[in-house]
């Protein structure tokens, strides 16, 4: 059984700087892809960022540049720090995980998302 509790979320101006936090329990972390979603009002979650278990990162266009996503597998901790943060970056967000056995996903798990609101 996987948990997921992300922190560090608050109000920050635009142009502002937060670092997100997502603490994981369970044995299967330092093989698993990390990734961060995140969802607006009234928008669909989308995509953030994910870390490869060998520290590989892609990010989704509209953050590219200003987040990194980074992990410490000692201590079980994905990372998300968001420089220049634009009001449009305001959204609960969520880190999530999957889990395998025998090469086939065995399940899904989220956190229970941190909220960041970033104003102009």
């Known amino acids: 059984q996987v948990q ?3 922190s ?3 109000l920050v101006q635009a142009g502002g700087s937060l670092r997100l936090s997502c603490a994981a329990s369970g044995r299967t972390f330092s093989s698993a892809f990390m990734r961060w979603f ?3 009002p009234g928008k669909e979650r989308e995509f953030v960022a994910v870390i490869t278990s060998s520290g590989s990162t892609v990010y989704a266009d509209s953050v590219k540049g200003r987040f990194t996503i980074s992990r410490d597998d000692a201590k079980k901790t994905v990372y998300l720090q968001m420089n220049s ?4 970056d305001t959204a609960v967000y969520y880190c ?5 056995s025998n090469g086939q996903m065995e399940a899904e798990y989220w956190g229970q998302g941190t909220q960041v ?4």
């Open 8 to 10: 560090g979320g608050g």
């Open 117 to 120: 609101t970033v104003s102009s």
């Open 96 to 100: 999530y995980q999957r889990t395998f």
């Open 85 to 88: 943060l634009l009001p449009e």
């Open 38 to 40: 995140r969802q607006a």
């Open 4 to 6: 997921l509790v992300e």
